[in-house]
């Protein structure tokens, strides 16, 4: 059974710095896009990162370049989102998935609204002001 945990959630200050991970068991990332995915209270989900588990490849949401980055292991089994400089906009539920590329980018322009195969449970992140 594939199974994706995120961890490292918990409430911080604006300015400060949380490192999310994604620990994926019975799946290795090789294949496919892997992101991270967020939804704030009232909000629609929306895609924040990815990173490809062929070649390295990332990609960032305009609202967290420059302050977040998207990592993965070695074993390309864990996932990880280093988000520096938090925001009180950041706050929200932090998700991880994975999508097979024959759906390209359309998984995370659509917040994961198809074409998702795993997801996690998700970590909070709140950031206060």
């Known amino acids: 059974e594939v199974q994706f945990v995120e961890s490292g959630g918990g409430l911080v200050q604006a300015g400060e710095s949380l490192r999310l991970s994604c620990a994926a068991s019975g799946f290795t990332f090789n294949d496919y896009a892997i992101g991270w995915f967020r939804q704030a209270p009232g909000k629609e989900r929306e895609g924040v990162s990815w990173?490809?588990?062929?070649?390295?490849?990332?990609f960032y949401a305009d609202s967290v370049k420059g302050r977040f980055t998207i990592s993965m292991d070695n074993a390309k089994t864990t996932l990880y989102l280093q988000m520096n400089n938090l925001k009180p906009d950041d706050t929200a539920d932090y998700y991880c998935?994975?999508?097979?590329?024959?759906?390209?980018?359309?998984?995370?322009?659509?917040?994961?609204?198809?074409?998702?195969?795993?997801w996690g449970k998700g970590t909070l992140v709140t950031v206060s002001s």
């Open positions: 998935g994975a999508w097979s590329w024959a759906y390209g980018m359309g998984p995370f322009v659509s917040g994961g609204s198809y074409g998702m195969e795993y």
């Open positions: 990173i490809s588990g062929h070649d390295g490849r990332t």
